[in-house]
């Protein structure tokens, strides 16, 4: 086991005050919300060069609650990208920063980086969602993730040890690891776990110790789902969450998914422009309260959800809930053998390339893969060349081809699926997120 390399402390102190205040009534904790956003917004323009340049004065000084964000500019994927540095507090740099990076499901990947101040509390925060849909301190924990967890003390007295399941590596490689970590609480994409099922009962394999999954990033059909459940034999939680923010909703004991209110502002933002706090359809934007190295303010994370005011008899939360995430969703890639592969296995191999600036995956029969790319301006003449020789190392049985194209064409809710598999609706997601 590698060595600890981060602190329970700050998790523990930041814990109580989270599971108190996430109890607090909704317009309690849309007060607090308010509070710590004039904090951010006014930390953002005095300290992070991008603010300074994007905000106007006037705005930071008038702002009072999430109600007066709609002045305020929109930071995209494509900002985040190529800002990163500038969205950087003074102060902070890449030395005294923790990176976290997204699965670059949308084409674009994007990195976040956050202070040790503010890991304290995220992490906080997630443990506490964590114990709350079920988890023991005597769980084996396995994450369906391309980057591992960092370690914790715990783990040497086996509380709440984590074991790395990498969805970048090939679909042998994470039965292999699954099988190793004897895991009872599973957390990760429904459809990377699903393949990892279909190969355990391609196998005979039969694994009955999971207790808990854990749904999270996008959703499955109720057919897919049940078809986990039923082979683990076990129950099913639900969160939505990104890389960027954390938990932005949590299921309580009657499934409504309620939104955190007082670490995060979510906005709506509709078909004809306008911008509502916590109510409506159309396209979230995120506002993380807790931002202290790399505040993200008014950031549009690409997904289009439905929240409606709380009618939920749970007694636990009081928060607006999520009715319906239409996000981005990942198809899994078939084998001319008939196995399933999630599309981390072949993306991380393109996104290697830095001249790749979006990316898609297209299936139009099994075994064979079709990757279009949109290069950087003046790339090299043998790119797709040498793309397609990496793809064929990572898998040696797919027929894959590499094309460049000048734009990448979205899908009808305007959103770029990064996997796409034709005529196989059993494979794809039915969109929505958990």
Known sequence: MRASTFNLAPVAYHLAGVRRRERLGHEKQRRLQAQRLRAL???????VPY???AFVPALVEGLRSAHDLAGFPVLDRMDLHHNGAGLLADGF???????AATSGSSGIPITIRNSERDLGYLRATYLQDMLSLGLRPSDRIAYFRVNPFLRHPLERLGVLRNFHIPTDRSLDE????FLAARPTFLVGFPNVIASVVDELKRRGIAHKGVRTVLFGGERLTPAARAHILDYFGAAHQEVYACVETFTIARACPKGSLHLRTSDLVVEVEHEDGT???EDGRGEIILTRLRGQAMPLIRYRLGDRVHITPSDCPCGVARTPIVREVLGRSQDRIAAAD???YYGD???YVVQDFPEVTRMQLIQHRPGAVEVVIVPVA??????TADITQALRRKAPGLDATVRTATRIAPEANGKIKIVKVHGDPVLSGDSSAT
Do not use: C, K, M, P
Not at 41 to 47: E, G, L
């Open 41 to 47: 917004v006014r930390h953002a323009y005095a300290n």
């Open 51 to 53: 603010y300074r340049r």
């Open 93 to 99: 740099t890449e030395a005294n920063t923790r990176a």
């Open 174 to 177: 994470q039965v292999a690891a």
């Open 275 to 277: 911008v509502s706090v």
């Open 338 to 340: 008939g196995r399933r």
């Open 345 to 347: 296995f072949l993306t």
């Open 378 to 383: 003046g790339a090299r003449d043998d790119l």
